[in-house]
């Protein structure tokens, strides 16, 4: 998680609680359109051949990017939203537990042995070790240096702003 941290923080958001709504607005704008590029790379860059490859697109149609302005605070976040079950095991890796196979429409299970195909009425899979294949937070690791570059530019604008130069 990128977190900013500034001298004088707690002056600072006080300052900006007391600051025209026009300005927080600007602000919030400027949250957003970081957050939406955030989420570009994410969706068109990590989940469509840069970090997992696109299969039915579900993971990639979960992403969500939110901007919650409130008082003197703004929030942007990219999410997955929870309707797809592989989404945390995909960015951070992980371990599937065994299980059993069975068909679902037919009588019998057909796979891929070794370049051959092979039926069976169940199959026992022993379970999965996952990779990390981080596609939120290696998007953020990218972008993380332009984020805090435009935050504190903002933040330095709008405290010569406040202070009337």
Request: aromatic share 4%; glycine share 10%.
């Amino acid at each position: 998680m990128l977190q900013l941290r500034l001298d004088g923080q707690n002056e600072l958001v006080d300052r900006f609680a007391a600051m025209p709504e026009g300005v927080r607005a600007a602000l919030a704008a400027k949250a957003d359109a970081l957050a939406q590029s955030l989420y570009t790379t994410v969706v068109d860059a990590n989940l469509s051949g840069g970090v997992l490859n696109m299969r039915s697109g579900a993971l990639r149609s979960s992403i969500r990017a939110q901007v919650v302005q409130q008082d003197a605070k703004v929030d942007a976040s990219i999410f997955s939203d929870g309707s797809v079950s592989h989404a945390a095991i995909q960015e951070y890796g992980g371990k599937t537990a065994a299980h059993e196979i069975l068909p679902d429409k037919a009588r019998i299970v057909a796979f891929l042995v070794g370049g051959k195909t092979a039926v069976a009425r169940r199959v026992q899979h022993p379970g999965s070790a996952i990779p990390e294949r981080s596609y939120l937070r290696s998007a953020l690791d990218d972008q993380g240096g332009n984020i805090l570059q435009t935050f504190q530019d903002a933040v330095f604008d709008l405290a010569q702003q406040l202070n009337g130069g």
